[in-house]
């Protein structure tokens, strides 16, 4: 059974960092793409950074360039999200998501998904 | 960048009754289209890929359709699980990107 858990989500306040870090199982994980994707609250979805399965391509939204880095660990079958800088806006569930390995930049299984709430 | 439009924002339907959701590509999007469905406090669920695709374990009722820059989700026959925010979102094109979603409610 595919399972991907995230953890590290929290209270920061603005201008800190937080990482956020998504365990996968139940599947070869270097063979996905992951992503991460947001929600602020009563919003819709966000999609905000990608990591292939060996690392070589990594893509991120414009909202998040230059302030989230994502990184993976393939033995250790983990995707992380370094989020630094943060701003009140950066308040959203933060689901991480795995693309199949078939054709297609779709999310077929998402963690539950870790709240991070930016104040002071 | 494409922008997705999903329409209406809202839609009432009364159990048994179908529902059908729209979804608008600022630019064509081929069939590289996908729905999800979300609950209160739920988890995004892959509904259906390639336009038309179910995904695996959802049920007959939910079916898409469309290609280009117009796609439809259509639930046959709602069930009171089927109430829910959905979400359609295009892969054609880099970056992915979701619609704004349409709130399906009871009426």
């Known amino acids: 059974e595919v399972q991907l858990v995230e953890s590290g989500g929290g209270l920061v306040k603005p201008g800190g960092s937080l990482r956020l870090s998504c365990a996968a199982s139940?599947?070869?994980?270097?063979?996905?793409?992951m992503n991460w994707v947001r929600q602020a609250p009563g919003k819709g979805l966000e999609w905000i950074s990608s990591?292939?399965?060996?690392?070589?391509?990594?893509y991120y939204a414009d909202s998040v360039k230059g302030r989230f880095t994502i990184s993976r660990d393939n033995a250790k079958n983990s995707l992380y999200l370094q989020m630094n800088s943060l701003r009140a806006e950066d308040t959203a569930v933060y689901y991480c998501?795995?693309?199949?390995?078939?054709?297609?930049?779709?999310?077929?299984?998402w963690g539950q998904g870790a709240l991070v709430t930016v104040s002071s | 960048e494409r922008v997705m439009t999903q329409s209406p924002a809202t839609l009432f339907v009364s159990p048994g009754e179908r529902a059908t959701l729209y979804c608008r590509a600022s630019?064509?999007?081929?069939?590289?289209l996908a729905w999800y469905q979300q609950k209160p406090g739920q988890v995004p669920r892959l509904l259906i890929y390639g336009a038309f695709t179910r995904a695996t374990g959802i049920p007959a009722r939910f079916s898409g359709s469309g290609s280009g820059t117009e796609s439809t989700l259509t639930i046959s026959s709602l069930q009171s699980e089927d109430f829910a925010v959905y979400y359609c979102q295009q892969y054609n094109n880099w970056p992915p990107a979701f619609g704004q979603g349409t709130k399906v409610e009871i009426k």
């Open positions: 139940g599947f070869t994980f270097s063979s996905h793409s």
């Open positions: 630019q064509n999007v081929s069939s590289d």
């Open positions: 990591i292939s399965g060996s690392s070589t391509y990594i």
């Open positions: 998501a795995r693309v199949p390995v078939t054709y297609g930049y779709y999310f077929d299984y």
